[in-house]
């Protein structure tokens, strides 16, 4: 069984003097990812789907397990539910291209003011094509006002979007019901999952909602891969909205035919090495075990809590201890600018994220500047932990 020393071992940055504070922009990749793609280019390099030679029959099989390993991670009902893109904000573009024509003028689009921008952007961009009402829910007591966002819900919503846990407060949101109650109005409901998929067991069937997006760098995984999932009585009903290479069966000069569900939805060449190693991240992630994640973490966020409460001046967004969240803090320190705090904590060999972290509609209504954000991974451990808080504490006196 994978112990924390031996976890840290697998990740090759983690020998240098760095505390990586920041898993939450993009998590570390363990060796055997790199070690899978790197076997990609060193032993079988080719392309999917086309070739009838050994190497290129390795790649298609390699590519189509991993299809299958992310629709049991996630447990979606089908294999055929998942398509590959480059990352959370491809995907949501995707679906928002996907379901532009099932939208009419008058309907509305529910969004929550604590959204990333890529789960905000493409949305108002299709509103305003569409001519939808954009209703946003807002926060109370610093997280997003549930009661809110449910209360604007009503028979002319034809979409609700949220994501799974906010990027900068950390909070879990109670997908089930949303999607519950977005479907007795007969409205669809899409989940950004950047930020959940590395921290909480997900199962998109029980969840209920009709897409989730999420990104391989965030989940162990490399950068340029992401996942959309959607589910297939939805899939079947849309017309892919890129076309090209790949995605057909059969094409002449007047006429075309597409492949079937998900390569229709997949033109081009994809990001083969990047989806072989997504799929090694999920099997390192499974070896590890939920309980063990979970568990871990828990630990990391406990420790915080006690550290924090031991300094008054710290002031976390949606600070509610008892709150449902994972391992991110985004916090401010009265009178000290949070790039100032992240450049020094910088200085203490502490990674951190300063700023309003693509999700401006946080910091606009709470009217700050924006916030500091540590974001753990499951190679964190306490130490780190008191060596960032000491780091805070100096820069806290030099300013005070
Ligand atoms: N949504 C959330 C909640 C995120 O945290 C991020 C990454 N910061 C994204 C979307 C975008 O992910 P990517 O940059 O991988 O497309």
Known sequence: MKTLDTIRQEFSPLTQDIIYFDSGASTLTPNSVVEAMDAYYTQYRSNIHRGIYAWSQQSTDKYELARLKVAQFIQANQVEEIIFTRGTTDSIN???ELLINTFQKGQNIIIPVTEHHSNMLPWRELAQRQELEIRYAGLRDE???IEELMGHIDENTALVVIGHVSNVLGSIHPIQEIAHKAHSVGALCVVDGAQSVAHIPISVSELGVDAYAFSGHKVYGSTGVGVLWVKYELLQTLTPSRTGGDMVSYVTLDTVEYAPIP???????????EVIGLSKAIDWLQEIGWDTIQEHEKKLID????QI????WIHVLGGDKTMSRIGCFAFTIQGIHT?????????HNVCVRAGQHCASGIAETLDIVGSTRI???????????DICMQALDSIYKTFN
Request: glycine share 6%; hydrophobic share 45%; proline share 7%.
């Open 94 to 96: 995707m679906i928002a």
């Open 143 to 145: 997280i997003l006002d």
């Open 263 to 273: 390569q229709r939805f997949e033109a081009g060449t994809p990001p083969i090495a």
């Open 303 to 306: 420790y915080m809590w006690g």
């Open 309 to 312: 409460s031991l300094r008054p």
């Open 339 to 347: 790039h100032d705090i992240a450049h020094m904590l910088a200085q």
């Open 375 to 385: 974001t753990f991974g499951l190679y964190n451990t306490v130490e780190e932990i």
